[in-house]
């Protein structure tokens, strides 16, 4: 089966530092191939990007927002543009004028059997945050709408910011960076290292805070949480979907595969979670021992924590649960 390429959107208003987020993505890609969408309505000059090699590994938009140019079928004839190539994630950067919902639910509407849905990045300009916000009042909404916040340019911001973020995020993670220097792990699958694809990327047309600032491949980045669980007893259905639907706040990524064994529903559920959403695909174990292997990545989780209510889902038994309890996983399965 081929693999799903996940599509990431970055939204953010004007100079909250989208392009040079992306930019550091391109720089820092330890090998992934990235494709990008990008929106610029006419603000951002990134036209000059060059993917060697690939011909329709960018595509730009620029007469008119994202969310209200295009509709879900137009997405999907931009992504089967990118999809085609071998690439391991795609990122949209949205024009600062677009509103995060209408993209998310235009992505979610997509077709295009060869894509998923990687999660909403909401790039906040930590310098600038009150001005922003005296001006645009939805920011508020469009921080609780993210997936994951950062909150860029820490290195000049203000008394109070980081917390009034926080408490407008509701839980979903806060990054705290400069110079939008994320480690591209937290957003996607880092391929093993692939050294003819090292120098494939360049983006040759930089910000002017990028072209002053020295080489930031040497920078360390941002760090996030990991946490691993694994175990060979079962989990119990509805203990586990309670737990996934009620997830602690700071969790942005959970990926793996989960051992249900009830009867009937003996097969490999594998999981993939971006902030709130949820999906769920089943397939044959081929081979494999019969175990749960869960990875859950954010920030400031508490590891201790994530395992010991893992470990409660646990069900030594599971030949004597109801089959009912399968209803709440079966709900986030694809139609097959």
């Known amino acids: 089966m081929r693999r799903q390429i996940p599509v990431v959107l970055v939204a953010g208003f004007l100079g909250a530092g989208k392009t040079t987020l992306l930019n550091h993505l391109l720089h820092n890609s330890s090998g992934a191939r990235i494709g990008v969408v990008v929106n610029d309505f006419g603000s951002i000059g990134i036209d000059a990007m060059a993917v060697a090699g690939q011909v329709d590994s960018m595509v730009s938009l620029n007469n008119g927002c994202l969310c209200c140019a295009v509709d879900a079928s137009g997405l999907d004839g931009m992504l089967a543009r990118l999809s085609g190539a071998d690439l391991d994630v795609i990122v949209i950067e949205a024009s600062g004028l677009a509103e995060p919902r209408g993209l998310i639910r235009l992505l979610l509407a997509s077709e295009h059997e060869h894509i998923e849905y990687g999660g909403l990045v909401e790039v906040v300009d930590g310098a600038e945050f009150n001005t922003v916000r005296a001006e645009h009042p939805e920011l508020g909404e469009h921080v609780r709408l993210a997936d ?112 249900l064994g009830v009867p009937g529903h003996g097969k490999k559920y594998t999981l993939h979670t971006v902030g709130a959403f949820l999906r769920l695909r089943r397939s044959g174990w081929a081979g494999q021992r019969p175990a749960t292997r869960l990875v859950l990545i954010g920030a400031g989780i508490d590891g201790e924590m994530l395992r010991k209510q893992l470990r409660n889902c646990e069900e030594p038994d599971p030949s004597q649960v109801d089959s009912q309890a399968m209803l709440p996983v079966l709900r986030f399965l694809p139609e097959e």
């Open 148 to 259: 994951l916040v950062v909150l860029n340019k820490i290195d000049r911001i203000a008394d109070g910011v980081r917390e009034t973020v926080e408490e407008l995020a509701q839980g979903v993670p806060v990054l705290g960076v400069e110079h939008g220097r994320i480690d591209p792990a937290m957003l996607f699958e880092l391929p093993e290292r692939r050294e003819e694809y090292a120098r494939q990327l360049s983006f040759l047309d930089l910000s002017e805070e990028d072209a002053a600032d020295e080489d930031h491949s040497q920078h360390a980045h941002t760090k996030y949480d990991s946490v691993e669980f694994e175990t060979e007893v079962p989990l119990h259905p509805r203990r586990f979907m309670e737990f996934m639907e009620n997830r602690p706040a700071g969790i942005y990524r959970i990926k793996g595969e989960v051992n």
